[in-house]
């Protein structure tokens, strides 16, 4: 983790001032006294070493102090892990909620060239790793550094000869733990990775498993599943060997230091130097100074899981959003003029998707895009919507360019009904309701009766009130893209765009679809994408591309008549249909 990733986690800490202050406090209030225990435990055994001469009333009292510590250093230790605890939930919500806003403002070219298991891992495992892991350490970690300040100063005034000792030869293990994580992080990051790749894999069959199973790819899944689980497998043994080795390796240097302490403090007492109840404390806390050193040596390994997610939850929130828009443009868009301007995009330059696109679209026409596959029919409306900008060229809409408007302003003037429809867990009536803020119960059943779908909600049980599962798989393809269609006629958006919108409605539901489509197309303008053949041969115009040019322009039957590209395409597609 570099010191840019450290500065951002810093600045989610300094949002609870509070909480971190009040943490160091009890942490301090924890440490503090449990220095002061081992002290009253070598102060009551030398009040009763010594046969028949006990001083009751020195031991009651050092007892007593004894308990009066125990007791503050476990309500400070139970308020400093609440403390802790809080600060750390805090911090993981504000995680989650900053990189799910974030997924919403990247731009989908960013979306598009990872894997959503991928993504998902970032915002949620990546984060509570973070939370859980280095916030948590963060806290011993200061623990740890105040109790050994602490001891230093009680072993140093017991005894500077042993003091020293312990002081200059624990820091040995601290090295050795240290040299040891330089080379885990590697392997901690790689396998970090390698788990965000897997959870892509099993997101990718688990979403497509009609397709897998279609084709009987199980056991092709299953192989490749096997690679990656390998993978992950691999990493993971080999990240925990080298942080296996940081813990026992600690332990048993500060063994061997803490032996030394005793072979020492034992010469010292028996020279009459040193006590046998201030040894006692002594050895204790020569205990309590390495422990944190083997503490901290646990948690540099723990440290080095969580800080290769912090790198990733990192480059997740600082990934370049979309280009804001050049001004705050607002045009009249109810004509619909809409004109493609030299427009050119691609993600390659070697290969580009659109080149040079000039096409004008007159107001209220409805505008068929047709074409082969990769022929960039669906990149034009991907550029229409500004999900993506063009490298070169420009959109105008009724003479503004596009990259001139706010996105959301853009985007509120047109109604996408795509060939994949996007059902969310929810009632029918809040899925098609989804389309306008404060929609009535009327408006509902008004537009799904113009969707042909009316009679088919009032049969499921409930009605409108009919609970549809995450992505509408408890009911059909063809009813989740006619709640899709009843959701944009709620909207009654100024232009149309129709990706694929009834291919999966039977012909004779598409026929009463029609003619509310004609209705709401009327005086809008409209694009459709390589729709059925009914809607096409109404279109005002058609545009055959191919290779990201328009090859051929104008309606169905002028088109047809120039036994073109266009000619071919209507006869090995649509002709059977006619």
Known sequence: MNNKTFSWLLNYIKDYRLLTILLFVFSTITVVFQVLIPIQIGRAINEIIGFGQVDYDKLWTAILWLGIYAFIAGIAQYLQNMTSNKLTYHIIADLHRDSFHKIQRLPLRYVDGRSLGDLVSRVINDVDLVGNGLLQSFNNLFS???LILGVIIMMLSLDVKIGLIVIFLTPISVIVSYFIASRTYNRFTEQVNLRGKLGGFVDEMAHGQNIVRAFTF????????AGINAEVHQSGLWSQFYGALINPTSRVLNSVIYAIVGVVGAFTVLSGQLSVGIFSSFLTYANQYNKPFNDIS???????TSLAAATRVYELLHAEEEAPSRNQLQADTTDGDVDFKHLTFYYDEKRPLIEDLNVHVAAGDTVAVVGPTGAGKTTLI????????PIAGGIHINGVNTLDMKRAYLRQKFGMVLQDSWIFEGTIFENIAYGKAGASMDEVVAVAKKAQIHDMIMQMDNGYDFQLSENGTNISKGQQQLICIARIMLTSPEMLILDE????????????????FDTMMKNHTTFIVAHRLSTIENADQILYMENGHVLEQGNHQDLLAKKGKYYHLYQSQFEHQV
């Not at 199980?218 to 599943?225: L, N, Q, R, T």
């Not at 991907?382 to 900008?389: A, C, Q």
């Open 298 to 304: 646990s948690i540099i390994n723990e440290m080095q």
């Open 144 to 146: 740890g550094v105040i």
């Open 382 to 389: 991907n550029l229409l919507m500004r999900f993506y900008d």
């Open 218 to 225: 199980e056991d092709a899944a299953v192989e490749k599943f």
């Open 501 to 516: 919108a009834t291919s999966s409605i039977d012909t004779m539901t598409e026929k009463g679809i029609q003619v509310t």
